[in-house]
């Protein structure tokens, strides 16, 4: 089954991120390669991105059938997606093992969320 890890930053997450040293920066980027590394040799590696700052975004609805989009993040919210793997694993405490390696999982939020077959409506 696939599951989808997803990576949320907040302020107090990203501070502690911008006070590290350049080498504990580095080390949290071997980090995640090293789990892309596990993943593909065990073969549950799908795929893994980092997203670019929400301020970056554009928000998009359809209104009397016309696209309207506008600047920024969508909703005003304490957490935002940073990035996310896409794995696929023999069952959830498989994902959960790999989310808990995320580096990001020990200074704030990391969701391991399933993801329906195609087609389905619920699991």
Request: hydrophobic share 40%; aromatic share 6%.
């Amino acid at each position: 089954m696939k599951y989808l890890i997803l990576i949320y930053n907040n302020e107090q997450t990203r501070q502690i991120w911008e006070g590290l040293s350049g080498a504990e920066r580095a080390e949290g980027m071997q980090a995640h390669m090293s789990l892309v590394e596990d993943l593909s040799e065990s073969g549950e590696f799908i795929v893994m991105e980092a997203l670019a700052d929400p301020a970056k975004s554009k928000t998009v609805s359809v209104r009397d059938g016309r696209p309207v989009s506008s600047d920024g993040p969508f909703a005003e919210v304490k957490e935002y997606l940073v990035g996310f793997y896409l794995v696929e694993c023999e069952n959830i405490d498989r994902a959960v093992e790999h989310a808990a390696r995320i580096p990001e999982a020990a200074m704030g939020l990391v969701e391991v969320r399933p993801v329906l077959a195609r087609g389905a409506t619920e699991m």
